[in-house]
């Protein structure tokens, strides 16, 4: 093991591990130090056990649908205990693959907790000391709750805790009705647990489109409870169960629940990196960078979670490859690229550039047209048509700048509208490429002919707003052929 490297990169998530083997791709000599596994939040307890677990509530949700159509199958017997297993199993596959990967890219893993004692000067709590040219935080972020009395008592938990239960609780709470809430609500809905939901704002899923928000809130209605416009007072104990009392229009509430799961944001981590003491600067409680990735100490950098923002797994690893190259000399900008967002809830909701209320407070000039998925023959074929495809377009350039989706499986549909997006495309050059059938993609094509004078199967639904408040729209016509 060496003690002078090109780059240390401190903390090995998505964004820490991306930055070592790119890094290690481009001829650096790099240390990577993380104090628990590899593979950050994202892979041991984020985005990939929660959708293990997720998929398997899927499979009984279409277990369910075959059954409503012909094919009769015993109610699913859910077993929690092979669904953990599972999910351990994938987990631990994908940081066994990391670890492998990191090893053939020579990049050094020390196991041990990092602080930046002097300019590129790393200290470990083993005792080491190494030296490197350029330092990488990567530090991530950690679950955040809000001074609410009684949220030490058991059974009160954060999302690490809730991915190790061992048995499926027959009512929950969820504090939060944010991305993270969603997907835990639609999890424990579909193991057959009572859920409510509460929400501080007056809707769930703020960041997410209006329109889309809405629907999503109509869809899943019955599957769970949600109290929106609320405020947390206590949890208490009341016998076995938890009690949750809140306060809605000066009223006060109460929600019995055997669990409750906190779900209310995160913040960036930088404990004991010593960041303060070197004078790094923090602003809004996250590591301040510069388009380069560059904080504001010669020689040391920041990604991801870290330094706020849009706190993805994507969105780290892309800074991962950034700052490696520009530690490499070759001066890669971030900051302006659309970045597409998921949330892996049945169904599931995807997006990518402003939502419409966006676009409105930034006093844009912009249409939208909207297609509804009961138009898409794979959507019916799939027994799953509730959902829409919203697209948004600079009325002025007639550039795409957004794309709001609901329905099933537009997670993979995203990815094709960012890069129109990113390319400045128009809605002529999406409609001008041919999209296979029948497949739900079919229905981003049709969104983009509703502004080119109408979708083929379904009556053109196109609003405009034109710039200025109040909101002026024309509505062409709203109705689908098969609605
Ligand atoms: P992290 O993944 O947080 O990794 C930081 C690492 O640094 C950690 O391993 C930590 O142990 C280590 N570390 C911290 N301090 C030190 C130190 N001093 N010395 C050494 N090591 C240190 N994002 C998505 O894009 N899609 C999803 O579906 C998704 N689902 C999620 C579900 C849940 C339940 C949660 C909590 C998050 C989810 N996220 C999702 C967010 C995603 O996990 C994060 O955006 C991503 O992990 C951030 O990557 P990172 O590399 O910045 O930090």
Redo the contacts with the bound molecule.
Sequence with gaps: MRKNYDMAV????????VAALRGSQLGLNVLL???????????????I???ALLSDVEGIHWSRRAAREGIILQEPEISLAAMMKRKQTVVDKLVDNLEKLLAAAKVDVLR????IAAPETVSLDTGETCHAGSIVI????T?WAPPISGIGLPGVLN??QA?ELERIPESVVIIGGG??GQ??ASLFAGLGSKVTVLEVLDRILNEVDKDIAKRYATLVSARMRTETGIRVDSITTDGEKLKVHYEKRAQEKSVEADVVLLATG?RP?????GLEELGIEIQSRAVLVDRRLRTSMSGVYA????IGGK???????Y??EMVAENIAGHGRDVGDEPVP??I?TTPQIAWVGPTEEQAQESGLPYRTSMFSLSANGKALALGESRGWVKLMEDSTTGRLIAAHLLGPQVSELVSELALAIQKGLSAADIAGTIHPHPTLSESVREAALGFLGGPVHAAANVKSFNGSSPVSRRVATSKSITD
């Design positions: 401190i903390g090995g998530g998505p964004g820490g591990y130090v993380e104090k628990e596994r590899v593979g950050g939040v994202c892979l041991n307890r984020g985005c056990p929660t959708k041990a907790a990092a602080r990567a530090t991530g972020s679950a999302t690490r991915l991305v993270i997907e835990f995160r981590y930088f404990d004991g990196l990604i991801g979670d870290v706190m993805l797994a994507h969105v780290a690893s800074h991962g967002a998921c892996f």
